[in-house]
């Protein structure tokens, strides 16, 4: 401490005002950091920046549920396969986009706005980088092609069009290609009237050459080959119509045959119930041996997404799971599958397989080798109560082009505005002391 004589009061006092300023707003400036940076930050640890986060994280939040603070969100999916290989493929539980052609900023046909709902917010091979291993498209005859559009009374417009489906066809093709231990099941809304028209779409796609046949499809609801089996004979792809007569004109298989599904929309995120599609068996039915269970409003809303995927989700797995007979679901379908309070689907994914595969409370637990219920103990994130602050979706997980930066950008202003006193302090500084 320097001491303060009289005649220097007032120069102690600018000094001491100086110090007082300069120490707070570089608490200030330095405090937003956090105690984790440069992609260590775990989940549910709080960021600022897009690279806190370690892999497979992004920045985001959830206002939704009032929780506004920055945190590191999961944004990928473990794929069970690479813990505990070599079972029936009816054994896992896998990732579902519910619309996953539907794009929020996916560009319209020229002079047209679109005018439909969207359910996800990246690009189909993004989804599949991030885990998702199941794609739900609609198929209809326009323009002269077969393209990806939302229904309306079973007909494409050119306000409710999104693309020509080969496009997408391609980038499940290109991640088969660049993938070649993993699986791909493709779930179609059928309107497609033209003779041939989807078999020959997925020939002209390249994607014939890893066509799981229906012949080998089981029929009485017993397990299906092992994933080992279907990698080394390159049956890669599982595609299901919704149309009955086309397995036997194109082989393509008839979903209502091989997969029993809770009822979409509204019904499925109802708590407590978990009723079963119309065109489906009944959820208990043992004559199939996927189930699908649907999970997602009827009309999707972008921000409230991460709410749906907290302890609502974990909630209606428990009710269709009892619904079902004490049956994990095969596939889980989702919109906007990376919304979520800190873990979301992805955490709801791994605690489904790692009950169904290893009898453990989570799939990070499994041992290879090891015994049923013979579980590692694991560090599960603390959920406790986030502080109200601001903050929006960032990070290298795509959203929607407008949101993946804005958090960047209004820290990179906050802090520019923290700095510019000190700059100007600087000055008095040096003029009283220098």
């Known amino acids: 401490m320097y001491a303060c004589f009289a005649d220097h009061r007032s120069l ?22 956090t105690s984790c ?20 994280l992004y920045c985001g939040n959830c206002p939704a549920l009032g929780k506004t603070q920055p945190v590191c969100t999961r944004g990928q999916a473990t794929i069970p396969t690479s813990i505990i290989g070599g079972l029936p493929f009816n054994k896992y539980t896998w990732l579902v986009t519910h619309n996953s052609f539907s794009i929020v900023d996916a560009p319209s046909l020229p002079n047209v706005q679109r005018l439909t709902f969207y359910n996800q917010e990246d690009t189909v091979s993004n989804q599949l980088g991030n885990g998702v291993r199941a794609l739900m ?9 077969i393209w990806l559009c939302h229904s309306f009374r079973g007909q494409c417009f050119n306000f409710t069009a999104f693309q020509p489906a080969i496009n997408t066809l391609r980038e499940v093709e290109a991640f088969l290609r660049a993938n070649p231990t993993e699986i791909v099941t493709i779930i179609l809304e059928d309107y497609v009237h033209t003779p041939k028209g989807l078999s020959n779409l997925f020939i002209s796609a390249g994607l014939d050459k890893y066509w799981f046949p229906v012949s080998k499809m089981p029929k009485k609801g017993e397990d299906w080959p092992t994933v080992t089996e279907m990698v080394q004979e390159n049956h890669r792809l599982v595609v299901f119509t919704s149309v009955a007569s086309k397995e036997a004109e194109e082989g393509i298989a008839y979903q209502w045959k091989y997969m029993v599904e809770n009822d979409p929309g509204d019904p499925g995120v109802r708590q407590g119930l978990c009723p079963n599609r119309k065109e489906s068996r009944p959820l208990t039915s043992r004559s199939a041996s996927l189930f699908l269970m649907n999970y997602f409003p009827t009309y999707p809303v972008e921000d ?8 609502a989700l974990s909630e209606m797995l428990g009710t269709c799971y009892k619904a079902a007979g004490n049956v994990m679901p095969n596939f889980l379908a989702v919109n906007f599958y990376m919304r979520s309070d800190g873990g979301g689907v992805f955490d709801a994914l791994d605690r489904m397989n790692g009950q169904a595969l290893c009898g453990c409370s989570t799939i990070a637990a499994c041992q ?3 015994p049923f219920g013979s579980c590692k103990n694991v560090t599960v994130p603390d959920r406790s109560p986030m502080t109200n602050a601001a903050g ?32 100007f302090l600087l000055p008095l500084q040096w003029q009283l002391f220098g």
Do not use: W
């Open 137 to 145: 498209l609609d198929v209809y005859d326009f323009n002269n092609d």
């Open 304 to 311: 409230e997404a991460c709410k749906e995927h907290s302890t």
């Open 12 to 33: 102690c006092r600018a000094r001491g005002t100086f110090l007082f300023l300069f120490l707070l707003l570089s608490s200030f400036f330095f405090g937003t950091g």
């Open 368 to 370: 290879v080798g090891a």
């Open 37 to 56: 940076s440069n992609g260590n930050c775990q989940v549910l640890d709080s960021c600022s920046l897009v690279t806190d986060c370690g892999a497979g």
């Open 392 to 423: 929006s979706f960032s990070g290298s997980v795509q959203f929607s082009k407008s949101a993946s930066a804005l958090h960047s950008l209004n820290l990179f202003t906050s802090c520019l505005l923290l700095f510019l006193p000190i700059m």
